[in-house]
Nanobody, 117 residues
Framework: QVHLVESGGGLVQPGGSLRLSCAASGNIGSIYYMGWYRQAPGKEREFVARITWSGGSTNYADSVKGRFTISRDNAKNTMYLQMNSLKPEDTAVYYC??????????WGQGTQVTVSS
């Protein structure tokens, strides 16, 4: 079992930045990749970014490429999402996700990001 806790959400003006964190605990050795998803009101949950836990290979949704950066600190068992040039359409609840070959997927409780002037 893996437990995920997100933090770092909040209210930011358009063009601003936020950094989300996801702290993982439990059976970390079972994780192959971790990622971020988001869900806006009235919409389905969508993929944002993903990173492999060991090698650091990354993938991004087209909507966030060039603005968001995913990273991880293996020593702290923590994943980050640096979000720059935020737009109102980035407003959503952001969820941390983790999975392995025979584990998960696991989800965090979510953190709200609101981009508004």
């Amino acid at each position: 079992q893996v437990h995920l806790v997100e933090s770092g959400g909040g209210l930011v003006q358009p063009g601003g930045s936020l950094r989300l964190s996801c702290a993982a605990s439990g059976n970390i050795g079972s994780i192959y990749y971790m990622g971020w998803y988001r869900q806006a009101p009235g919409k389905e949950r969508e993929f944002v970014a993903r990173i492999t836990w060991s090698g650091g290979s990354t993938n991004y949704a087209d909507s966030v490429k060039g603005r968001f950066t995913i990273s991880r600190d293996n020593a702290k068992n923590t994943m980050y999402l640096q979000m720059n040039s935020l737009k109102p359409e980035d407003t959503a609840v952001y969820y941390c996700n983790a999975a392995g070959a025979r584990a998960g997927p696991y989800w965090g409780q979510g953190t709200q990001v609101t981009v508004s002037s």
